[in-house]
């Protein structure tokens, strides 16, 4: 993963099909080509399969990817996505969201289990986390740095401290870990996150949604 700068588009609960759609017609024919940019969408579930297949047809250069998965395998766990199953569509998995760990309990121990399920199938784990004394579990060699108080709320951090933050990730768990900035990211500022020594992308909620703001983040960091 050295030298690639990952963005990666983090829905969140937004988006019926047909919006995903249309975001994708705008978005997709217009991606910069470049060898060293990873692009990632997350919808929600109930747009993933739409999703896939507008990428796929379009041949677009936007790797799909899932907001969360399911602890469990496949079976008689009601309302889950297991790993197994998500494989047919996505690439990589955002686990840990302070979103998920303070509106559904998630907790460390989860996330690690969530973790071994998506490497089990194929799937990338992109864990965040608050601070670099937040638990990366095993196995996980993708990491966004999110500090709560920045996530929505237009005040991001400054590169500085996500850069020294990043670095602590890096020396706890080894320079193989990239280390992803998220946080009221936006066309404006992401250069300054990436273009930091120890920053190897961003993770974008709110200015993700805007497909002109998502072309332009994707642009620039193209250059
Ligand atoms: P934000 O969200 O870009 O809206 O701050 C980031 C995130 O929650 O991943």
């Not at 470049?34 to 936007?62: D, Q, Y």
């Not at 998500?86 to 969530?114: C, P, V, Y």
């Not at 990211?185 to 300054?192: E, G, I, Q, W």
Request: net charge negative; charged share 20%.
């Amino acid at each position: 993963m050295d030298g690639m700068t990952w963005i990666v588009a983090n829905w969140k609960a937004n988006k019926t099909i047909a919006e995903a759609l249309d975001w994708i017609a705008q978005v997709g024919p217009h991606l910069p080509k470049s060898e060293k940019l990873k692009m990632v969408l997350c919808p929600t579930f109930s747009a993933l399969s739409e999703v896939k297949k507008a990428i796929t047809v379009g041949n677009f250069s936007l790797m799909v990817g899932v907001q969360d998965l399911s602890s469990f395998g496949i079976g008689a766990y009601t309302g889950e996505e297991p790993a197994q199953l998500l494989n047919q569509f996505a690439d990589l998995a955002i686990l840990g969201h302070s979103e998920r760990r303070q509106n559904f309990g998630e907790t460390d121990e989860m996330i690690a289990k969530k973790v071994q399920r998506a490497g089990a199938n194929k799937i990338l784990s992109l864990v965040c986390v608050r601070d670099s004394d937040t638990q990366v579990p095993d196995g996980c060699k993708l990491a966004a740095y999110e500090p709560v108080w920045a996530i929505g709320s237009g005040l991001a951090d400054t590169p500085q401290n996500a850069n020294e933050v990043a670095k602590k990730l890096k020396t706890k768990y080894g320079e193989d870990i990239s280390v992803l900035y998220g946080g009221s990211v936006n066309a404006d500022n992401v250069t300054t996150f990436v273009a930091q020594e120890n920053i190897s992308g961003v993770l974008i909620g709110s200015a993700s949604l805007s497909a002109e703001e998502f072309l332009k983040i994707c642009k620039t960091c193209a250059l």
